[in-house]
């Protein structure tokens, strides 16, 4: 398993949650690494992405303001910081990692955690 995702869980509107994805070693510290996440009977969307090297740090507009991506040293990875949680934030989320911070296209990344479920009820 390349990356490892963790944190998911059942939360009220409102809250807070923090996501974890683990890559296995330290050369996924070069990649560009990306949030997605999938509610029942939709596309996957963009959440967010960070770029290690540049820090660059890039949005979807459903979240911006609420959500923050950053990283995690210790385990080559990166949280994703979610606030004000909302019932349609509702979804599985997967990290990802690729080489494209200008693409919020998920074919442009190379490796996926298995996605982690967040369920806020109203």
């Known amino acids: 398993v390349q990356l490892q995702a963790s944190g998911g869980g059942l939360v009220q509107a409102g809250d807070s949650l923090r996501l974890s994805c683990a890559g296995s070693?330290?050369?996924?510290?070069?990649?560009?690494w990306g949030w997605f996440r999938q509610a029942p009977g939709r596309e996957r969307e963009f959440v967010a992405r960070?770029?290690?090297?540049?820090?660059?740090?890039v949005y979807g507009d459903s979240v911006k303001g609420r959500f923050t991506i950053s990283k995690d040293n210790a385990r080559n990875g990166v949280y994703l910081h979610m606030n004000s949680l909302q019932p349609e934030d509702t979804a599985v989320y997967y990290c990802?990692?690729?080489?494209?911070?200008?693409?919020?296209?998920?074919?442009?990344?190379?490796?996926w955690g298995q996605g982690t479920l967040v369920t806020v009820s109203s």
């Open positions: 960070l770029g290690w090297n540049s820090g660059t740090k």
């Open positions: 990802a990692a690729g080489n494209n911070i200008w693409s919020a296209n998920s074919r442009d990344y190379y490796y």
């Open positions: 070693d330290s050369t996924f510290r070069s990649y560009v």
